[in-house]
């Protein structure tokens, strides 16, 4: 005899069973552990060159003293090319996790330019951004706007940056260095050295311009978005808001 029978006898009410609770889904990984500990550190590479590189361009005062007690220049100099280095090996890391990495890591050197999807897309969140729109579209990983920052103020300045900064480099390790050799038609192409200089300089200006909007973007989204962002990128998984 069933216990709501038993219960009907005894003349009580049989007690109601809930439904199970459904179990919210997992976040889906966007990021994976290459992806992020490549954003990491290209980050603090970028950092270090841009500190650098400005107090390159403009040096310190001179110090007092024999200019052999001091290596000033010097040490800048060797963190400027030693992060150059960390963010161009980590580049090419990266390059080749866009090739066997899942298909959101691709998405930071492909633009689908010739669909029309994506372009009303990226209308919608320049207008999220412009505080033009209440609600921005919900992406999983990067949205068209964000995709098209990364490949434009990222990867091609990357490309940028380190051909030229090599190329400067060269210089210094003298004809028959691998960064002469490599990198020496940059100088031949812009016509002089000091050309080379001048365009890497603005070259930091730019790719510091792309960090402050990148920095304002994940922020804004993290606080009244409709996703997380920067949690993502420490814990690889994009989780949507209600």
């Not at 990495?101 to 009303?120: K, M």
């Not at 200006?205 to 990128?233: C, K, N, Q």
Request: charged share 15%.
């Amino acid at each position: 005899m069933t216990t709501r029978r038993v219960a009907a006898r005894a003349g009580r009410k049989p007690a109601l069973v809930p439904p199970p609770t459904p179990q919210p889904a997992a976040a889906p990984l966007v990021y994976a552990l290459p992806v992020r500990l490549w954003h990491w550190i290209s980050a603090a590479a970028i950092g270090v060159l841009a500190v650098t590189g400005y107090l390159i361009a403009s040096p310190l005062p001179s110090m007092p003293g024999e200019a052999s007690a001091h290596y000033v220049m010097g040490y800048l100099r060797f963190a400027h090319f030693a992060a150059g280095y960390v963010l161009a090996i980590a580049f090419l890391g990266r390059l080749y996790w866009a090739v066997v990495g899942p298909r959101h890591a691709r998405e930071l050197f492909t633009l689908p330019l010739f669909s029309l999807r994506y372009w009303r897309s990226f209308i919608g969140m320049l207008k999220w951004y412009a505080f033009l729109s209440r609600e921005p579209e919900r992406f999983e990983g990067h949205n068209p706007l964000a995709r098209l920052s990364m490949v434009l103020g990222y990867s091609c300045m990357t490309v940028f940056m380190s051909a030229t900064g090599f190329a400067l480099y060269g210089e210094g390790t003298q004809a028959g260095s691998w960064a002469e050799r490599w990198f020496g038609w940059v100088i031949s192409l812009a016509g002089s050295s000091q050309t080379v200089h001048s365009l890497h300089h603005l070259g930091m200006w730019a790719m510091l311009i792309f960090v402050i909007a990148h920095v304002y973007a994940v922020l804004r989204d993290d606080i009244i978005g409709p996703e997380s962002t920067v949690s993502s990128m420490i814990s690889g998984r994009r989780a949507h808001k209600d």
